[in-house]
C-alpha cells in the first residue's frame, strides 16, 4: 500500500534561488531599499540583506524607523566597501586587495560581518612587513580585530631589528616604545640592537622626548651589554653622560661585570637573555648509527616543521655518532663523535649558502657523547667520552680565531649528559661517569669562570636531551641505569624548582632534543629494543606530545640543532 505522506526535499533549491534573486536584483526588479552612501546609491531587497548581514537584520526586523524607508542614509562605511559587501550578500564572494581591504574590514565590522571581516584580517597578515606592522596593528586594535593585533605583535618582536630602523617606530609613543623594548620575546642578537633603536627614537624627537631616554634606558638590559660596547658605546653616549639616571644604570652594568660576587642583587630581568619562539627554523639532524646500531654515519637530514617533511641535506666528510651539533652565526657544527673505530675532536662546519661542508680547528680533546652550548658568538663543549674515561673537561671555540680553549674542568665527569643555555648561563645536566648515573646538575658562569651545583633533577638521567623553551630547562627521556625513560622534568628557575611534565609517548634514550616555532621536538633515541626514527613535538601550552614526521634517513644516535631560516622581513 503507498505511503499517505511523501516529503520531498530539493536540497540545491538555497543555491539556485539566491543566483535568481542576484539577477532579479541586476534587473532592478522588486527591490525594495535604497542604500544611499555619499552621492552612490545601491538598490537591494531588504528580505535578503537581513538573511546575510546582521546589520540589516536588526534594521529590519526590530521597528527601527529605516525599516519603512524606502532610502537610507548610511555614515561611517566607504562607498566602494558598502557595494561590494551587498554583492556579497546575494552571492557569497568579495573580492580582496591592497587597494580595498582596510575600507572592507572597517565596513564588515560596521556591518557585523566577522566572515569578511577575518578573512580580510588573514589577508593583512600575509602582508605585514617592516614598514607597515605597527600601523596595521594599531589599526586591529581600533577595530578590535585581535588575531591580527596578536599576528602584527609577533612579527614586530621576530622583525624587531628592521622594525626599528622605520619610520613607523620612529613616530610611535613613549608609552608604544616602552611596551615593545620591555618584551622578553624581541628577536635580538645583542641587546645593543635595543639601546641603539630607543637612541634613534629619541634623537627623533629630541626636542620633545629628550627626558624620555633615563626611562627608556631602564628597559634595556645593559648587563647583556659586552664591558667594550659599554665602555666604548653607552658610556661616550651624549644623552647617557647628562643623566644621573642613566650612569647609575650603567655603572649597575659595570658591576655586573666587574663583581660577580654581587649578581644575586641583580637577578632581575635586565640580567635574563630575551627569547623569541617565533624565530622559525629547520631542525638538522646530523650523523647517527645504521639501524643495527652498529656502524656510524655522515648522513645529514633536516625538518621544516611547517610542511611537516625531513630532506636529505649534504652528507658531513666523517662518519660520527654520538657527535655534538650546535648552530653558531647561520653556519652547522658537527663537533666531534665516534666514527666507528676512534672518538674524533675533529670539528666541520656547513654553510648554507655554499651547501658544503668544511673542516675548522680541531679540539684539544677526543670527545663522543659531548655537550655543546652557544654563548655569546662562542662554542662550548662540556665533558664527553675519550674511548678510555668520561671527561669533566670544558672547552671554548673562538670562531673568529678559530682556536680552541680549554676552561675550568666541570664538578664531575660527564658523559651523555644535556647541556643547554639558560638566563645566560650553561648548564649541564645528568650524565654518568662509567660508574655512576647522575641527576646532579651543574651551571656555568663565563664572567666567574667557574662551575657550581645548582638543584638536582628529579630523575637520575644519562643520554637525555635538554632545550631550553620560554625561560625554562626542559630534561627529556634517557636511562636512569635500569629503565630506559618516558618521563619528562621542566626547571624553572624563578621557583628553582624541577616539575614533570607529560611524558612522551615512547621511551627514548640517546633522544636528541630541539626548540623551534614555540614547540620541543624529540629525535630518535633508542627505546632498550629498537633504534628509533619516530619524532614527537611538545606544546607547552597544552601539555601534550604529538608523533610528528618520522626521519626519513636516520634511526636514533643523531645529533640535532636549529638552522635558523634567513627570512625576507
Given at each position: 500500500?503507498?505511503?499517505d505522506?511523501?516529503?520531498?526535499h530539493?536540497?540545491?533549491l538555497?543555491?539556485?534561488?539566491?543566483?535568481?534573486m542576484e539577477?532579479?536584483?541586476?534587473?532592478?526588479?522588486?527591490?525594495?531599499v535604497?542604500?544611499?552612501?555619499g552621492?552612490q546609491?545601491?538598490?537591494?531587497?531588504?528580505i535578503v540583506?537581513?538573511?546575510?548581514i546582521?546589520y540589516f537584520?536588526?534594521?529590519?526586523?526590530?521597528?527601527?524607523?529605516?525599516?519603512?524607508?524606502?532610502?537610507?542614509?548610511?555614515?561611517?562605511?566607504?562607498?566602494?566597501a558598502m557595494g561590494?559587501?551587498?554583492?556579497y550578500?546575494y552571492?557569497?564572494?568579495?573580492?580582496?586587495?591592497?587597494?580595498?581591504v582596510?575600507?572592507?574590514?572597517?565596513?564588515a565590522s560596521?556591518?557585523?560581518l566577522?566572515?569578511?571581516?577575518e578573512?580580510?584580517?588573514?589577508?593583512?597578515k600575509?602582508?605585514?612587513?617592516p614598514q607597515?606592522?605597527?600601523?596595521?596593528?594599531?589599526?586591529?586594535?581600533?577595530?578590535m580585530?585581535?588575531?591580527?593585533?596578536?599576528?602584527?605583535n609577533?612579527?614586530?618582536?621576530k622583525?624587531?631589528q628592521?622594525?626599528?630602523?622605520?619610520?613607523?617606530?620612529l613616530?610611535?609613543?613613549?608609552?608604544?616604545?616602552?611596551?615593545?623594548?620591555?618584551?622578553?620575546e624581541?628577536?635580538?642578537?645583542?641587546?645593543?640592537?635595543v639601546?641603539?633603536?630607543?637612541?634613534?627614537?629619541?634623537?627623533?624627537?629630541?626636542d620633545?622626548?629628550?627626558?624620555?631616554f633615563?626611562?627608556?634606558?631602564?628597559?634595556?638590559r645593559?648587563?647583556?651589554l659586552?664591558?667594550q660596547y659599554?665602555?666604548?658605546?653607552?658610556?661616550?653616549?651624549?644623552?647617557?653622560?647628562s643623566s644621573?639616571?642613566?650612569r647609575?644604570?650603567?655603572?649597575?652594568?659595570?658591576?655586573?661585570?666587574?663583581?660577580p660576587?654581587?649578581?644575586?642583587l641583580l637577578?632581575?630581568?635586565?640580567?635574563r637573555?630575551?627569547?623569541?619562539?617565533d624565530?622559525?627554523?629547520?631542525?638538522?639532524?646530523?650523523g647517527?648509527?645504521?639501524?643495527?646500531?652498529r656502524?656510524?654515519?655522515?648522513?645529514?637530514?633536516?625538518y621544516?616543521?611547517?610542511?611537516?617533511?625531513?630532506?636529505?641535506?649534504?652528507?658531513m666528510?666523517?662518519?660520527?655518532?654520538?657527535?655534538?651539533?650546535?648552530?653558531?652565526?647561520?653556519?652547522?657544527?658537527?663537533?666531534?663523535g665516534?666514527?666507528?673505530?676512534?672518538?674524533?675532536s675533529?670539528?666541520?662546519?656547513?654553510e648554507?649558502?655554499?651547501?658544503?661542508w668544511?673542516?675548522?680547528?680541531?679540539?684539544?680533546?677526543?670527545?663522543s657523547?659531548?655537550?655543546?652550548?652557544?654563548?655569546?658568538?662562542?662554542i662550548?663543549?662540556?665533558?664527553?667520552?675519550?674511548?678510555?674515561?668520561?671527561?669533566?673537561?670544558v672547552?671554548?671555540?673562538?670562531p673568529k680565531?678559530?682556536?680552541?680553549?680549554?676552561?675550568?674542568?666541570?664538578h664531575?665527569?660527564?658523559?651523555?649528559?644535556?647541556?643547554t643555555?639558560?638566563?645566560?648561563e650553561?648548564y649541564?645536566?645528568?650524565?654518568?661517569?662509567?660508574?655512576?648515573?647522575?641527576?646532579?646538575?651543574?651551571?656555568?658562569?663565563?664572567t666567574t669562570?667557574?662551575?657550581?651545583?645548582?638543584?638536582s633533577?628529579?630523575?637520575?638521567?644519562?643520554?637525555l636531551?635538554?632545550?631550553?623553551l620560554n625561560?625554562?630547562?626542559?630534561?627529556?627521556?634517557?636511562?636512569?641505569?635500569n629503565?630506559f625513560?618516558?618521563?619528562?622534568?621542566?626547571f624553572d628557575p624563578?621557583?628553582?624548582?624541577?616539575?614533570?611534565?607529560?611524558?612522551l609517548?615512547?621511551k627514548?634514550?640517546r633522544v636528541?632534543?630541539a626548540?623551534?616555532?614555540?614547540?620541543l621536538?624529540?629525535?630518535?633515541?633508542?627505546?632498550?629494543?629498537?633504534?628509533l626514527?619516530?619524532?614527537?613535538m611538545?606544546?607547552?601550552?597544552?601539555?601534550?606530545?604529538t608523533?610528528?614526521?618520522?626521519?626519513c634517513?636516520?634511526?636514533g644516535?643523531?645529533?640535532v640543532a636549529?638552522?635558523?631560516?634567513?627570512e625576507?622581513?
Open positions: 500500500m503507498a505511503e505522506l511523501v516529503l520531498f530539493q536540497t540545491d538555497p543555491f539556485q534561488a539566491f543566483p535568481q539577477n532579479i536584483r541586476r534587473q532592478g526588479k522588486l527591490c525594495d535604497t542604500l544611499k552612501v552621492e546609491k545601491f538598490t537591494a531587497h531588504r540583506l537581513a538573511a546575510s546582521p537584520n536588526a534594521m529590519f526586523t526590530h521597528d527601527m524607523v529605516e525599516s519603512k524607508q524606502d532610502e537610507i542614509t548610511m555614515q561611517g562605511i566607504d562607498p566602494g561590494a559587501l551587498v554583492n550578500a552571492n557569497g564572494k568579495v573580492e580582496i586587495e591592497v587597494n580595498n582596510q575600507s572592507l574590514l572597517v565596513g560596521f556591518l557585523h566577522q566572515t569578511v571581516k578573512a580580510c584580517c588573514d589577508f593583512l600575509q602582508r605585514l612587513h607597515n606592522c605597527l600601523g596595521l596593528r594599531k589599526f586591529a586594535d581600533q577595530y580585530c585581535t588575531s591580527l593585533v596578536e599576528s602584527a609577533k612579527y614586530i618582536q622583525h624587531f628592521a622594525v626599528s630602523k622605520g619610520d613607523e617606530f613616530s610611535l609613543s613613549k608609552a608604544e616604545v616602552l611596551d615593545i623594548i620591555s618584551r622578553d624581541l628577536h635580538v642578537t645583542s641587546e645593543e640592537q639601546f641603539e633603536a630607543i637612541l634613534a627614537w629619541v634623537k627623533r624627537n629630541q620633545q622626548e629628550k627626558d624620555s633615563p626611562e627608556l634606558m631602564v628597559k634595556v645593559l648587563p647583556l659586552t664591558p659599554l665602555s666604548d658605546r653607552v658610556a661616550t653616549e651624549e644623552l647617557v653622560k644621573l639616571k642613566c647609575d644604570l650603567l655603572d649597575e652594568a659595570k658591576d655586573y661585570h666587574l663583581m660576587e654581587r649578581r644575586p637577578q632581575t630581568f635586565k640580567a637573555p630575551r627569547c623569541c619562539t624565530v622559525p627554523g629547520f631542525i638538522y639532524a646530523i647517527g648509527l645504521t639501524s643495527s646500531g656502524d656510524s654515519l655522515s648522513t645529514v637530514e633536516y621544516d616543521p611547517i610542511v611537516g617533511r625531513w630532506s636529505v641535506a649534504e652528507a666528510t666523517t662518519l660520527r655518532s654520538r657527535v655534538g651539533a650546535t648552530v653558531l652565526a647561520g653556519c652547522l657544527y658537527a663537533i666531534g665516534y666514527d666507528g673505530q676512534e672518538r674524533l675533529t670539528v666541520e662546519v656547513f648554507p649558502d655554499l651547501k658544503k668544511k673542516k675548522v680547528s680541531p679540539m684539544n680533546c677526543k670527545r657523547a659531548l655537550g655543546v652550548a652557544i654563548l655569546d658568538g662562542k662550548y663543549v662540556c665533558g664527553g667520552y675519550d674511548g678510555v674515561s668520561s671527561l669533566c673537561s672547552e671554548l671555540y673562538n680565531l678559530d682556536t680552541w680553549t680549554m676552561l675550568s674542568n666541570m664531575k665527569h660527564r658523559s651523555a649528559s644535556g647541556v643555555v639558560l638566563d645566560g650553561i649541564a645536566c645528568g650524565g654518568h661517569d662509567g660508574l655512576s648515573i647522575y641527576d646532579s646538575v651543574e651551571c656555568f658562569n663565563t669562570t667557574c662551575w657550581r651545583s645548582v638543584r633533577m628529579q630523575t637520575k638521567r644519562c643520554r636531551g635538554v632545550a631550553t625561560g625554562q630547562l626542559y630534561a627529556v627521556g634517557g636511562y636512569d641505569g629503565v625513560l618516558k618521563t619528562v622534568e621542566c624563578s621557583t628553582n624548582k624541577w616539575t614533570y611534565v607529560r611524558p609517548n615512547k627514548r634514550s636528541a632534543v626548540a623551534t616555532y614555540g614547540k621536538f624529540a629525535i630518535g633515541g633508542y627505546d632498550g629494543v629498537t633504534n626514527k619516530s619524532v614527537e611538545y606544546d607547552p601550552e597544552s601539555d601534550t606530545w608523533m610528528v614526521a618520522p626521519m634517513a636516520h634511526e644516535g643523531v645529533g636549529v638552522l635558523p631560516i634567513e625576507d622581513p
